[in-house]
């Protein structure tokens, strides 16, 4: 069978890593992973005990839009941890954030002749959801060098994945007059937005004057709560997009588990053990910056999210085959574009002893 043009995607990157993992698990204290952001630590007691709670003998089907519960305890969330107002209304849970990411073009009618700006360093999802629609992707984090209503979608990304950078509000606040001015909509992936210090959402005041209208932002779970098993994502901004997203959502069955609609409601309802994944990511931030520069690299931005972008101003890959040699597995930066080909993105998503392990190493 001949899968539609649109499939024909490239081959998942961290597959051609096996080389280079091989290697480090060689060493002999074993191999440290920072290639990838899989949390590592434990899930919250307040969301597994929601998770095994009344909704897990729930046999009906779940609600696409989710409960009343779940949306007031996200709007809460917001609320409390980044200043940003939302009706619960236009709130839409997702089967975490990366199928949204993945489809989100497709499901807001980009197709042939529509162009999509992704971020010049971005996680490969953007690029590969926006040739699933059959769009075209644009890499470019400037609007000058785009002609007059060329663009029907731009993708943010701030913290960022892979730089750890993060936009200024100015900055923000043009993309959002461009996009207004073109009829385009603004989608802000902002999974590692609590993992900053302050970091603006595309739906803070001072960035959108006050309206949601051309606006989304997509959240995940499990970053902050450890929930990447559990596949719990969100969506929120305008509500007149929500409303269509949920529609189509409804249609094509794409429900989030009554079980894990629970345990999001807990997590979004308790702000301690944020806080105190939070402090934990910045220790390890700490430790692992200070080894990693004292190796000789150059760390760029990485002043939240999970990961260092460092470079030691050669091809990446041969950065990749030194940490290797190290037992430590890093991801080479071009996986996030071109413009990433001299650096490697280091994942702060290990234990502490495995993070002491490879400061130590780095350390020499």
């Not at 897990?56 to 917001?78: F, K």
């Not at 990304?157 to 900055?171: A, C, D, M, R």
């Not at 249609?251 to 629970?262: C, L």
Request: proline share 9%; aromatic share 6%; net charge neutral.
């Amino acid at each position: 069978m001949r899968l539609h043009p649109s499939f024909d995607l490239p081959d998942f990157p961290w597959d051609s890593l096996a080389g280079a993992a091989e290697r480090a698990r060689a060493h002999p204290g074993g191999i440290v992973d920072l290639s990838v952001g899989t949390p590592v630590d434990p899930v919250p007691p307040v969301v597994r005990a929601a998770l095994a709670g009344p909704a897990a003998d729930d046999p009906g089907y779940p609600a696409t839009h989710g409960t009343p519960e779940l949306r007031e305890a996200i709007a809460g969330s917001l609320r409390r941890r980044f200043g940003v107002t939302v009706d619960p209304q236009a709130i839409l849970p997702t089967i975490g954030s990366k199928e949204l990411v993945a489809w989100l073009p497709t499901l807001l009618g980009a197709g042939p002749g529509h162009t999509v700006l992704i971020p010049e360093l971005a996680y490969p999802t953007y690029e590969v959801g926006v040739k699933l629609a059959g769009a075209n992707p644009v890499r470019s984090d400037s609007t000058t060098a785009i002609g007059p209503g060329a663009v029907s979608m731009i993708w943010l990304n701030s913290p960022s994945n892979p730089t750890g950078k993060v936009l200024p509000v100015e900055h923000m606040a043009k993309v959002v007059a461009f996009a207004r001015e073109r009829g385009a909509i603004v989608a802000s992936d902002e999974c590692y937005l609590s993992l900053s210090d302050g970091a603006p959402s595309i739906l803070s005041p001072q960035v959108c004057g006050g309206s949601h209208e051309g606006l989304l932002a997509v959240h995940s779970m499990s970053k902050t709560s450890n929930m990447a098993g559990y596949r719990a994502g969100f969506v929120t901004g305008d509500p007149k997009i929500v409303a269509a997203l949920l529609e189509v959502r409804k249609h094509a069955g794409m429900i989030v588990p009554r079980p894990v609609q629970a345990a999001m409601t807990a997590a979004a309802n308790d702000d301690e053990h944020v806080a105190a994944q939070v402090a934990t990511y910045a220790r390890r931030r700490e430790t692992l910056r200070a080894a990693v520069e004292k190796a000789g690299l150059r760390v760029d931005h990485s002043t939240a999210g999970l990961y260092l972008w460092a470079t030691a101003d050669e091809p990446c890959r041969k950065t990749v085959d030194r940490f290797a040699e190290l037992g430590i597995l890093v991801a080479p930066g071009e996986f996030y574009g071109p413009a990433g080909a001299r650096h490697v993105r280091i994942a702060l998503t290990a234990s502490d002893e495995r993070i002491a392990a490879a400061a130590e190493r780095l350390a020499g």
